[in-house]
């Protein structure tokens, strides 16, 4: 498995503005992805991370809204830009790792958007 | 149809109880499958990944079922710990990660 840090752990914004989430992982890592969770629902992958290319968006994300950068093998970040109430949610990070490519997830960052 | 389903209960069951979780997946091609728990307001955290003749971790036994495409977890002598939701989650080729809306289960005492 791999130990996964997130930054913020929780944060309150105003509408407009934009939050950068860190994510950094104690091990080197190949696959890291980015994820929401709304209240009582599942994960929604938004993006798959990429070291040294642009991140791999999932249908009805895009990059002006949630830039991602992946600057090395053990760190990465989502930036929420120009916020809404709708972006209220839990944001994770994970990584691939392992025999079977089991994800590790960080521990979130609960974002809520006045 | 959804990539993954679950019964998403809820399952209320008393401690000491056995109880068994189902997981259908639409593709054939799925490649990797995987129990995750997840507590109120935590991230999932891995429980078991499911292999092909099954698995067993203690109490908990994972099965995968290629010709109906379903997998189970079944958990037995229920402790008041495990309540939580448990999410199916299913990997095709490419790396792409498919989760299920997750089944709560409550082990009342």
């Known amino acids: 498995s791999a130990v996964i840090s997130q930054k913020p752990s929780r944060d309150i914004c105003q509408r407009g503005t934009s939050l950068t989430i860190q994510c950094q992982v104690d091990s080197q890592v190949t696959m890291m992805f980015w994820y929401r969770q709304q209240p009582g629902q599942s994960l929604t992958l938004i993006a798959t991370a990429n070291q040294g290319s642009e991140a791999t968006y999932e249908s009805g994300f895009v990059i002006d809204k949630f830039p991602i950068s992946r600057p090395n093998l053990t760190f990465s970040t989502l930036t929420v830009s120009n916020m809404s109430p709708e972006d209220s949610s839990i944001y994770l990070c994970?990584?691939?790792?392992?025999?079977?490519?089991?994800?590790?997830f960080g521990p979130g960052t609960r974002l809520t958007v006045l | 149809r959804k990539e993954v389903e679950q019964d998403p209960g809820p399952f209320n069951v008393p401690e000491g109880a056995t109880v068994a979780f189902n997981c259908t997946y639409s593709?054939?091609?799925?490649?990797?499958f995987f129990w995750y728990r997840q507590d109120c307001r935590k991230e999932p955290k891995l429980l078991m990944s499911?292999?092909?003749s099954g698995n067993e971790d203690g109490r908990f036994t994972a099965q995968l079922n290629r010709a109906s495409q379903y997998i189970s977890l079944l958990i037995r002598d229920s402790k008041l710990s495990d309540s939580a939701t448990y999410l199916c989650?299913?990997?095709?080729?490419?790396?792409?990660?498919?989760f299920g809306t997750g089944t709560s289960l409550t082990v009342i005492p």
């Open positions: 989650v299913v990997r095709r080729a490419g790396n792409q990660f498919y």
């Open positions: 499911v292999y092909s």
């Open positions: 593709n054939s091609a799925s490649q990797s």
């Open positions: 994970s990584v691939g790792t392992g025999s079977y490519n089991e994800q590790f």
